[in-house]
């Protein structure tokens, strides 16, 4: 038996992508799923998603991280299987779908697609630095250069402290892009893959809005924009915020992330 398959990635965070429209793949299969993901014994991913039939949207998007344990929201995998789908003729430029952490929103402009996002409306204070969560856990850190931190060795002892270890962060470093103003650095060690991955959407969205809301420069319905630098290219964050009666003050809502999601190869996976 084969399955059909299309490789994609966003920003260098690659997929494996399977229309599994007729549920003939099983849910839980971590193992087979791994070994699909790993760069030396299959097709190599950071991640497997699954697009599936929904009753009330377009379709439902099952992610799968490289461990082959079904995931958290994944940014750059909702903007890729957004490409997928539409290369399936199941949408045109538009479409609502299902994932992990509820119902999303996005629209195709050729390459680039923006995937809306859930709102922000508590932002926990971790000594200097920042955790919260854009559809997946995220800390993170404020720095001065992204060059002066190893950020595997720093993302693992953060991820695996014991604030953390339980459940799992991904974690993020953050930095003002040396040469491009109004730019930002950011490099991401994700859990699930356990490594430094070239590029994270949540951790993308997590950082904007973090970095927004350290400045403390926020203005009631204004809309900002970052861009934000990644190992693998640039995404784009947008979102508005609101004074809200509590103790963070503020809410991000409107929160969409921008990108390319890139079809690289196709072929079939032996079973």
Known sequence: MTIPFLKYHGTGNDFIL???RSSSLLRYAPSQYAAWCHRRFGVGADGLIFVQQHADYDFEMVYYNADGYEGSM???GGRCAVAFAQRLGIIKNQTTFMAADGVHHALIDQQRISLQMKNVD?????GNDFVLDTG????????NDIKAVN???QGKKIRYSPDFCEKGINVNFIAPHHQLADVLTLATYERGVEDETWSCGTGTVASAIAWAYKRQQLSDE????IDLHTKGGMLGVSFRVRSIPTPQQWQFYDVWLHGP???VFEG???L
């Not at 204004?222 to 924009?225: I, L, S, V």
């Open 222 to 225: 204004h809309q900002y924009a």
């Open 268 to 270: 079939h996976i032996l």
């Open 74 to 76: 994944c940014g750059n």
């Open 122 to 126: 508590h932002i926990e204070q971790f």
């Open 18 to 20: 399977v229309d599994n």
């Open 151 to 153: 950020i595997v060795e």
């Open 261 to 263: 999601a890139v079809e």
């Open 136 to 143: 997946s856990p995220h800390y993170v850190s404020i720095i």
